[in-house]
């Protein structure tokens, strides 16, 4: 059974920190692209990032471009996004998803994120 599992989510300062991380099970996680995506309260979902899988290239959405950093550890089945300089309008429930063919066929149950003075 394919599980995907975030954590590190919470509630920081605007040019606060955080380190999200997304722990994979049920699948060879070395195969398969991953990608974080958010939602925003009221929004639709935005995709954030994506990882290859050999963690070799990353891609990022504008609105994170410079301040995200997606990587992974293959070997602790593990997917990272280290978020600084966060937001206000950073604030979304964020997932971890598995990427095949372009689509998201697995997520996570999200972890929330809210970053607010």
């Known amino acids: 059974e394919v599980q995907l599992v975030e954590s590190g989510g919470g509630m920081v300062q605007p040019g606060g920190s955080l380190r999200l991380s997304c722990a994979a099970s049920?699948?060879?996680?070395?195969?398969?692209?991953m990608s974080w995506v958010r939602q925003a309260p009221g929004k639709g979902p935005e995709w954030v990032s994506r990882?290859?899988?050999?963690?070799?290239?990353?891609y990022y959405a504008d609105s994170v471009k410079g301040r995200f950093t997606i990587s992974r550890d293959n070997a602790k089945n593990t997917l990272y996004l280290q978020m600084d300089s966060l937001k206000p309008e950073d604030t979304a429930l964020y997932y971890c998803?598995?990427?095949?063919?372009?689509?998201?066929?697995?997520w996570g149950q999200g972890t929330q994120v809210t970053v607010s003075s």
């Open positions: 049920g699948f060879t996680f070395s195969s398969y692209d």
């Open positions: 990882i290859l899988r050999g963690g070799g290239s990353t």
């Open positions: 998803a598995r990427t095949a063919s372009g689509k998201y066929d697995y």
